[in-house]
Protein backbone atom coordinates (compact mmCIF):
# COMPACT_ATOMS: atom_id res chain seq x y z
CA UNK A 1 0.00 0.00 0.00
CA UNK A 2 1.33 3.11 -1.16
CA UNK A 3 0.87 6.53 0.21
CA UNK A 4 0.95 10.26 -0.89
CA UNK A 5 2.15 13.23 1.63
CA UNK A 6 -0.49 15.67 2.90
CA UNK A 7 -1.88 17.53 -0.66
CA UNK A 8 -2.86 20.46 -0.94
CA UNK A 9 -6.70 20.50 -2.53
CA UNK A 10 -7.93 22.36 -6.36
CA UNK A 11 -11.48 22.35 -6.77
CA UNK A 12 -12.08 21.96 -10.62
CA UNK A 13 -15.95 21.67 -11.29
CA UNK A 14 -15.63 20.31 -14.67
CA UNK A 15 -14.37 17.48 -13.53
CA UNK A 16 -16.75 14.47 -13.61
CA UNK A 17 -17.57 12.63 -9.88
CA UNK A 18 -14.21 10.13 -9.11
CA UNK A 19 -11.65 11.95 -11.16
CA UNK A 20 -8.48 12.93 -9.60
CA UNK A 21 -5.61 14.88 -10.98
CA UNK A 22 -2.08 14.88 -9.21
CA UNK A 23 1.70 15.61 -10.54
CA UNK A 24 3.47 12.79 -11.62
CA UNK A 25 6.02 13.05 -8.42
CA UNK A 26 3.12 12.16 -6.70
CA UNK A 27 2.22 9.41 -9.16
CA UNK A 28 5.44 7.70 -8.52
CA UNK A 29 4.63 7.89 -4.59
CA UNK A 30 1.30 5.98 -4.98
CA UNK A 31 3.75 2.90 -7.29
CA UNK A 32 2.15 4.84 -10.16
CA UNK A 33 3.80 5.39 -13.81
CA UNK A 34 1.13 5.33 -16.46
CA UNK A 35 -0.60 8.64 -17.59
CA UNK A 36 -3.88 7.37 -16.35
CA UNK A 37 -5.41 4.07 -13.94
CA UNK A 38 -9.17 3.66 -13.58
CA UNK A 39 -9.85 2.99 -10.22
CA UNK A 40 -12.22 2.45 -7.35
CA UNK A 41 -12.69 5.47 -5.46
CA UNK A 42 -12.83 5.47 -1.41
CA UNK A 43 -13.42 8.51 0.36
CA UNK A 44 -12.84 8.86 4.28
CA UNK A 45 -13.44 5.67 5.70
CA UNK A 46 -10.83 3.82 7.86
CA UNK A 47 -7.94 2.01 6.39
CA UNK A 48 -9.20 -1.39 7.48
CA UNK A 49 -12.51 -0.96 5.42
CA UNK A 50 -10.51 0.05 2.62
CA UNK A 51 -8.39 -2.56 2.51
CA UNK A 52 -10.97 -5.09 2.48
CA UNK A 53 -13.56 -3.06 0.39
CA UNK A 54 -16.43 -3.18 3.38
CA UNK A 55 -18.34 -0.13 1.47
CA UNK A 56 -19.13 1.06 -1.27
CA UNK A 57 -17.04 2.44 -3.87
CA UNK A 58 -17.39 5.21 -6.85
CA UNK A 59 -15.74 4.70 -10.05
CA UNK A 60 -13.26 6.85 -11.12
CA UNK A 61 -9.97 7.71 -12.55
CA UNK A 62 -6.63 9.02 -11.41
CA UNK A 63 -4.18 11.14 -13.96
CA UNK A 64 -0.77 11.89 -13.73
CA UNK A 65 -0.42 15.22 -15.41
CA UNK A 66 2.57 17.66 -15.30
CA UNK A 67 0.28 20.73 -15.46
CA UNK A 68 -1.00 19.69 -12.47
CA UNK A 69 1.03 21.65 -9.01
CA UNK A 70 3.35 20.05 -7.23
CA UNK A 71 1.88 18.63 -3.33
CA UNK A 72 -1.61 19.46 -5.28
CA UNK A 73 -4.62 17.09 -6.11
CA UNK A 74 -7.08 18.03 -8.52
CA UNK A 75 -10.63 16.88 -7.45
CA UNK A 76 -14.19 17.20 -8.51
CA UNK A 77 -16.52 19.72 -7.23
CA UNK A 78 -18.91 16.84 -5.95
CA UNK A 79 -15.86 14.72 -4.40
CA UNK A 80 -14.82 17.68 -2.74
CA UNK A 81 -17.90 18.72 -1.28
CA UNK A 82 -19.19 14.89 -0.49
CA UNK A 83 -15.51 15.00 1.49
CA UNK A 84 -16.63 17.73 3.67
CA UNK A 85 -14.26 20.56 1.59
CA UNK A 86 -11.11 19.66 2.77
CA UNK A 87 -8.15 21.98 2.47
CA UNK A 88 -5.54 18.78 2.47
CA UNK A 89 -6.22 15.27 1.44
CA UNK A 90 -3.94 11.71 1.13
CA UNK A 91 -4.38 9.48 -1.15
CA UNK A 92 -3.64 5.83 -0.89
CA UNK A 93 -3.34 3.47 -3.63
CA UNK A 94 -3.35 -0.40 -3.68
CA UNK A 95 -4.69 -2.70 -5.99
CA UNK A 96 -6.46 -0.26 -8.02
CA UNK A 97 -8.32 0.88 -5.22
CA UNK A 98 -7.64 4.99 -3.90
CA UNK A 99 -8.72 5.94 -0.43
CA UNK A 100 -9.40 9.63 -0.63
CA UNK A 101 -8.69 10.90 3.40
CA UNK A 102 -9.06 14.66 4.64
CA UNK A 103 -6.39 15.68 6.49
CA UNK A 104 -7.79 17.28 9.69
CA UNK A 105 -7.06 20.94 10.07
CA UNK A 106 -4.40 22.02 12.12
CA UNK A 107 -5.60 23.83 15.42
CA UNK A 108 -3.06 27.01 15.40
Excluded at 11 to 34: A, I, T
Aim: hydrophobic share 35%.
Amino acid sequence: MKRTQPLKVMVDSSFPLGKVVVHPNEGFDLGLMNTCYPVKVYLNIPLADFQQEKTEAMQGQIFLENTCRKAYAELSQKTWNKMGSPENVILIYENGKLLILSVPKSKS
